[in-house]
C-alpha cells in the first residue's frame, strides 16, 4: 500500500495517523517533490475509477491561473487534465492510498482510509483463530 502525501495537509497527516494506529505496512511518497508522471496519473485514475478533473484542487491557485474550472470535461480534453496534474502536482487532491488490490481510494476521511485498510487486508478466505 502506498499513500501520496502533502505533510503540510490535516487530511494526509489524519490518514497516517490511522494507518500507524492500525499497525499497516504502506509507503509514503511526498508527491510534490517525487511528482507522479503522466503515466502514474493515469493509472492512479484507473484504480481510482475517477476522471482527472475528480481529483483536481480547483480552488488551487495555479487551477485559477489556468482556468480549469472552464475546461471540457470529456474523453477529448482528459489528456490536458493528465498533463495539467503533472505539471502542477499541487492540484492533485489528497492522500490517495492505492490498495493491495489494486483499486485506490481518495482518504480524505477515516471510512476512506479504513476502506484502503479492508482492501488490502481482504487478500483471501479469513480463517477463524
Same mark, same amino acid.
Given at each position: &500500500?502506498?499513500?501520496?502525501?502533502?505533510?503540510?495537509?490535516?487530511?494526509?497527516?489524519?490518514?497516517?495517523?490511522?494507518?500507524?494506529?492500525? $499497525?499497516?505496512?504502506?509507503?509514503?511518497?511526498?508527491?510534490?517533490?517525487?511528482?507522479?508522471?503522466?503515466?502514474?496519473?493515469?493509472?492512479?485514475? #484507473?484504480?481510482? *475509477? %475517477?476522471?482527472?478533473?475528480?481529483?483536481?484542487?480547483?480552488?488551487?491557485?495555479?487551477?485559477?491561473?489556468? *482556468? &480549469?474550472?472552464?475546461?471540457?470535461?470529456?474523453? *477529448?480534453?482528459? #489528456?490536458?487534465?493528465?498533463?495539467? %496534474?503533472? #505539471?502542477?502536482?499541487? %492540484?492533485?487532491?489528497?492522500?490517495?492510498?492505492?490498495? #493491495? +488490490? $489494486?483499486?485506490?481510494?481518495?482518504?480524505?476521511? +477515516?471510512?476512506?482510509?479504513?476502506?484502503?485498510?479492508?482492501?488490502?487486508? +481482504?487478500? $483471501?478466505?479469513?480463517?477463524?483463530?
Amino acid at each position: &500500500m502506498e499513500i501520496w502525501i502533502n505533510p503540510a495537509c490535516s487530511k494526509c497527516r489524519s490518514a497516517i495517523n490511522l494507518l500507524d494506529e492500525e $499497525g499497516a505496512a504502506y509507503t509514503v511518497r511526498r508527491y510534490l517533490e517525487d511528482v507522479p508522471s503522466e503515466a502514474e496519473i493515469r493509472e492512479v485514475l #484507473e484504480r481510482l *475509477g %475517477l476522471e482527472p478533473w475528480d481529483i483536481t484542487r480547483t480552488q488551487e491557485a495555479a487551477a485559477k491561473e489556468l *482556468g &480549469m474550472k472552464e475546461w471540457a470535461r470529456d474523453a *477529448g480534453s482528459r #489528456e490536458r487534465w493528465v498533463a495539467a %496534474l503533472a #505539471e502542477h502536482p499541487r %492540484l492533485i487532491q489528497r492522500p490517495i492510498i492505492t490498495a #493491495e +488490490d $489494486g483499486t485506490a481510494v481518495v482518504a480524505r476521511t +477515516d471510512e476512506a482510509v479504513r476502506d484502503a485498510l479492508g482492501r488490502s487486508q +481482504d487478500e $483471501g478466505p479469513s480463517t477463524p483463530a
